[in-house]
């Protein structure tokens, strides 16, 4: 059985940081992409960063340079390491994970967790 647990969310100040972590059991990080989402009310979840099988970090522009993907395969845990956060970083972060083509596309990920809330505030 495969699952992912999400763990790091929570409140913060904008300019503060968060580092989420993906606990993930059944498959591993290390053979799959391995990417983050985030969901705003009444939306689909849209792609925020990727780490693909060969290690390569892929980001969404408006994050990029502020926030860190890395994995650990060890652990078997992904990670996200969020920093200068923005009010418009609030949402719901799923870690996912997907073994096919090149894809950012939330309905491609078959393996999906339960989500964790970050919160920004202005």
């Known amino acids: 059985q495969v699952q992912l647990m999400e763990s790091g969310g929570g409140w913060v100040q904008a300019g503060g940081s968060l580092n989420l972590s993906c606990t993930v059991s059944?498959?591993?990080?290390?053979?799959?992409?391995m990417a983050w989402f985030r969901q705003s009310p009444g939306k689909e979840p849209e792609f925020v960063a990727k780490?693909?099988?060969?290690?390569?970090?892929s980001y969404k522009d408006s994050v990029r340079g502020r926030w860190d993907i890395d994995r650990n395969n060890a652990k078997n845990t992904l990670y996200l390491q969020m920093n200068d956060l923005r009010p418009e970083d609030t949402g719901i972060y799923y870690c996912?994970?997907?073994?096919?083509?090149?894809?950012?596309?939330?309905?491609?990920?078959?393996?999906r967790g339960q989500g964790t809330q970050v919160t920004v505030s202005s």
């Open positions: 996912a994970g997907h073994y096919g083509g090149y894809t950012n596309r939330w309905r491609d990920y078959e393996y």
């Open positions: 059944g498959v591993t990080v290390e053979t799959h992409d």
């Open positions: 780490i693909n099988r060969g290690g390569f970090a």
